[in-house]
């Protein structure tokens, strides 16, 4: 198992112990890395096969015994966090970087979400005819949480996206507020992205 996040883990495999201890350790690498240790146990481990497609890819909530790497899973059920589809995530890109669909918001790596849940700013929507829409992400989600209305209805509450076509924007971010903007210091950078791109006369804005 691999702790990922403040009391988050990652299962890397299972195995299961029939409660009987080996007399003694018989791999010659673990004993010449437990030389000087006292104490050691060594416990005889049968892999379990059921769940294997799993390993690497199961992130669960460890709980509060953080500091306890064995826990009994039958006194104290661990909720299932992530189901990955890759053992390893994909590095978040960088905001300036940043490019995707709307429909993959809900496949997004946990880190990706986090990061993108932290921070406010501007962004812009672009449609399979190559509109384009400027939008503000300023709520206590950020860019996330502005995004997911789109996922939910499709137009999030936009004039002119409602009257179009549903479909799967692509999402960018033009750019990332800093902590101490306040909300119309992000609304004014939301229009002059407005302005820049011409989406008021040739896009999806409707003001």
């Known amino acids: 198992m691999t702790a990922l996040y403040v009391g988050t883990t990652r299962i890397a495999d299972h195995w299961a112990w029939d409660g009987a201890r080996l007399p003694q350790i ?20 049968e892999w379990i096969e059921r769940g294997g497609e799993y390993a690497e890819r199961l992130l669960i909530n460890w709980g509060p015994g953080g500091r306890a790497w064995s826990q009994r899973a039958h006194v104290m059920q661990k909720a299932i966090l992530e189901i990955r ?5 994909p590095p978040f890109p960088g905001f300036s970087n940043f490019l995707s669909r709307i429909s993959e918001i809900p ?3 946990q880190a990706w979400t986090g990061s993108l849940e932290g921070v406010r700013g501007v962004y812009l929507l672009i449609a399979g005819n190559g509109d384009q829409y400027v939008g503000s992400a300023t709520g206590v989600d950020g860019f996330m949480g502005r995004w997911r209305q789109y996922l939910l209805n499709g137009h999030g509450g936009n004039v002119r996206l409602r009257e179009a076509d549903h479909q799967d924007y692509e999402v ?17 950078r939301e229009a002059f992205w407005k302005a820049k791109l011409g989406v008021r006369a040739h896009g999806l804005n409707a003001n």
């Open 26 to 45: 018989q791999d010659m690498q673990i004993i010449e890395g437990e030389i000087g240790r006292e104490n050691v146990d060594a416990f005889d481990l």
């Open 85 to 89: 589809l890759q053992a390893e995530e």
């Open 107 to 109: 496949r997004f790596p």
């Open 172 to 188: 960018a971010i033009l750019e990332v507020a800093s902590p101490d903007m306040s909300l119309g210091d992000i609304l004014a």
